[in-house]
């Protein structure tokens, strides 16, 4: 006690109203009221009644077109092959990813059969808690010597790849160029990243390079950090001093085959572009993988162009090779980051072993002389199809900006007030004439660009001309019928 009265005696004297004054800080908010009970509105039964009469609770569940058609589902029965079995009706399959046709490839089949067998359903952990098996790792291992990059990570959804891999790279404060057209999963992984995305029109090499000069004589100003708009375009540059410009990364982000127009990326101009402008390039393959190039590598294949160009390429499982998950493939460097930063791979449960060995059945199938064959004939289907399109609708057209190369082909309305509608009949009529094809869906409050109503049609190599033909002659007879 003695020497704490004599430490009082020798402290300086702001020290001790220092102290007085937090005394008596602390008493004040530990007996203050939080709140004055003469603030409080005293009110009459009948004021009561009025507001309670007044009030109207917002409903649950807000209001549903009854027609909507997700909540008037088709139900499959059976494989999706090159029929498949609608509501009970035998369709002509035009409606789902199976490229090669390998969903209901015996090859494959047994392969997850046997796996199966000796791993059971599934993986029942992620990777890293207890969720690897040698399948996984094979898998991998196959994935990398297939695309001939260094290292491959496997994820168990196609979706959260992308999304997953983006903001395990990409920052605060970093800079993304990205198409306008990518898809959403593209934008799902840019809103993850908490990056400046600056978005180029589809395709168009022209603009995108204007907004990377426009970047570039931007980081060589010396200014506050604030955004300037150029076109219709957000984030058109960022203002930064040259010091921070300097040490900001800087990404550009595209699909190779887009999914919601059916056209390839000019790969030889952005990798111009990126080399130019020091980017890092990612290249989202999800539905090249399987389609395009001699042996189905992808688009670095068709264009004859090294993978090592990028930094990072992201692939699916799911739609040509007739599994589930998806893949990034490149160098040990960059693609080991993801096992502890790609939240997709992290902490999902792995994809499951049977699923794996499916995977791995049919990268076979692509590397054999049947994959081969297959893949020529997707190729020749793909352009006879283009081609008759262009030539033959009515009063439907195919997109402008589709690929001959592309297995997805989207048609698009003729002059109706009201084109989703329309197209939703066509489809019904369609399919009651036993050919399955569907309208293109889309989160329209979500989209960054909505696309416009369209019937998304996906070709196989099953299909053959006379296959086309009879398409567009049912097509066409519904769309007269309707516009009559």
């Known amino acids: 006690m003695l020497p704490m009265i004599e430490a009082l005696y020798n402290a300086p004297v702001y020290h001790l109203v220092l102290e007085a004054l937090l005394v008596i800080w602390v008493l004040r908010l530990l007996f203050r009221k939080s709140h004055s009970p003469k603030d409080r509105v005293i009110?009459?039964?009948?004021?009561?009644?009025?507001?309670?009469?007044?009030?109207?609770?917002?409903?649950?569940?807000?209001?549903?077109?009854?027609?909507?058609?997700?909540?008037?589902?088709?139900?499959?029965?059976?494989?999706?092959?090159k029929t498949v079995t609608v509501d009970g009706r035998d369709c002509l399959n035009f409606s789902t990813h199976n490229y090669l046709g390998l969903i209901g490839n015996t090859d494959v089949e047994l392969a997850a059969i046997k796996c199966l067998e000796k791993y059971g359903v599934g993986s029942c952990g992620p990777r890293g808690f207890y969720g690897t098996t040698d399948v996984h790792l094979d898998l991998e291992d196959m994935i990398a010597k297939f695309m001939h990059c260094e290292e491959a990570v496997l994820y168990s959804y196609s979706f959260a790849t992308i999304a997953s891999a983006i903001p395990a790279y990409a920052k605060r404060g970093d800079i993304i160029f990205a198409d306008m057209n990518v898809n959403f999963a593209i934008q799902k992984g840019l809103d993850a990243s908490r990056s400046n995305i600056i978005f180029f029109r589809h395709n168009d090499m022209n603009h995108l390079e204007?907004?990377?000069?426009?970047?570039?004589?931007?980081?060589?100003?010396?200014?506050?950090?604030?955004t300037a708009k150029l076109n219709c375009f957000q984030h058109a540059s960022l203002f930064q001093d040259p010091k921070k410009a300097a040490v900001t990364r800087k990404f550009l982000i595209v699909e190779a085959l887009y999914m919601n127009s059916g056209d390839i990326c000019p790969l030889p101009e952005l990798v111009e572009l990126k080399r130019k402008y020091k980017l890092r390039f990612f290249v989202d393959e999800?539905?090249?993988?399987?389609?395009?190039?001699?042996?189905?590598r992808g688009v670095f294949e068709f264009f004859n162009m090294s993978v090592n160009e990028a930094d990072l390429i992201c692939g699916s499982l799911e739609y040509c090779l007739g599994s589930l998950g998806g893949f990034c493939v490149g160098s040990s460097y960059v693609v080991d980051h993801q096992r502890l930063s790609g939240l997709g791979y992290c902490f999902s449960a792995s994809l499951p072993p049977l699923l794996a060995a499916g995977a791995m059945a049919s990268f076979s199938f692509?590397?054999?002389?049947?994959?081969?064959?297959?893949?020529l004939h997707l190729e020749n289907i793909c352009k006879t199809a283009h081609s008759l399109f262009n030539e033959l609708l009515l009063d439907l057209e195919q997109s402008k900006h589709s690929s001959p190369n592309s297995p997805i082909k989207h048609l698009y309305a003729k002059d109706h007030d009201d084109p989703e509608d329309f197209l939703q009949s066509v489809v019904k009529m369609v399919e009651e004439k036993a050919i399955a094809i569907v309208t293109a869906t889309y989160l329209e409050k979500e989209e960054k660009f909505c696309p416009a109503p369209s019937i998304r049609i996906a070709l196989a190599s099953h299909h053959v001309e006379e296959d086309v033909r009879h398409l567009i002659s049912v097509l066409n007879e519904a769309t007269s019928a309707l516009s009559c």
């Not at 609770?57 to 997700?70: F, K």
């Open 366 to 375: 692509l590397e054999s002389n049947a994959g081969k064959e297959a893949l």
């Open 210 to 226: 204007e907004l990377l000069e426009s970047q570039a004589k931007a980081d060589l100003r010396v200014g506050s950090c604030q």
């Open 286 to 296: 999800c539905l090249s993988i399987g389609v395009l190039g001699a042996s189905g």
């Open 43 to 81: 009110l009459t039964e009948a004021e009561k009644d009025e507001l309670i009469a007044e009030w109207k609770p917002e409903p649950l569940v807000p209001p549903v077109d009854p027609m909507h058609p997700a909540l008037h589902p088709r139900i499959v029965t059976g494989k999706a092959m």
